[in-house]
């Protein structure tokens, strides 16, 4: 094995195992809360738990694989102990087997997946029609954002229309063609409105003729 190579083998097997140095000094400052303890002393005490796990793991898995099973459960680590002649400790690792799974239990608990699957058909009717509303809302708000811009370009268009028609040039009457006092926005208009009324021609907005109100007076027709 070249140098590169066991390098490599033991950063792995570093990453494999591994304990957090906050984890170590909290421990030690549970066991010898007075004691302080150099930096070597500290990273003996981590190559021993790290060795300790290592040894711990094989026994669990040669126990896991000797029942034919695929996953190691807490009882194989039992028959690891009872392998390195560990087996008094075995009461105390029961105890901790099971703070671990009321721990685990309760981080499930608190989780958003396991409350949602755990709710009530009545509470999730509820979510479900309340999601139903804002998209139903949403697609409302959306409809109605479309009209109002459709409405806005229509009223516009005719708007220019209607100041086009009448803002034309005024031809003056003569004695040859007494008609020729007409101006010519009202042939543009009557060619827009062929039914309107050739005497009197109303005045609305834009906005105003798709809404459909009455003909309004000079000062009020803001479009002009």
Known sequence: MSLFEEDEFQCKEED??????????????????????????????????????????????????????????????????D???????????????????EELKGRRMLSASYRFKHQDSEELERLAREQQEIFEQARADFVGEQLDRGDLLLASELAAAD????????????????????????????????????????????SERILGTVTVEDDDNYDD
């Open 83 to 101: 392998a390195m002649n560990l087996s008094a400790y075995k009461e105390r690792v029961v105890v901790a087997s099971e703070e671990a799974k």
């Open 163 to 206: 100041a086009a028609a009448l803002q034309g040039p005024i031809v003056g009457p003569s004695a040859d063609n007494p008609t020729k006092g007409m101006c010519t926005n009202f042939l543009a208009y009557s060619s827009l409105h062929p039914a309107g009324d050739a005497q009197t021609i109303p005045k609305l907005t834009g």
């Open 16 to 81: 494999e195992v591994s304990i957090p140095r906050a984890s170590l000094n909290k421990f030690i400052k549970d066991v010898v809360p007075d004691a302080r303890l150099t930096t070597e002393t500290r990273e003996l005490l981590l190559n021993c738990c790290h060795a300790f796990i290592h040894k711990l793991a094989t026994q669990a898995n040669i126990a896991c694989a000797s029942a034919k099973k695929k996953t190691i459960s807490p009882e194989h680590i039992f028959q690891g102990l």
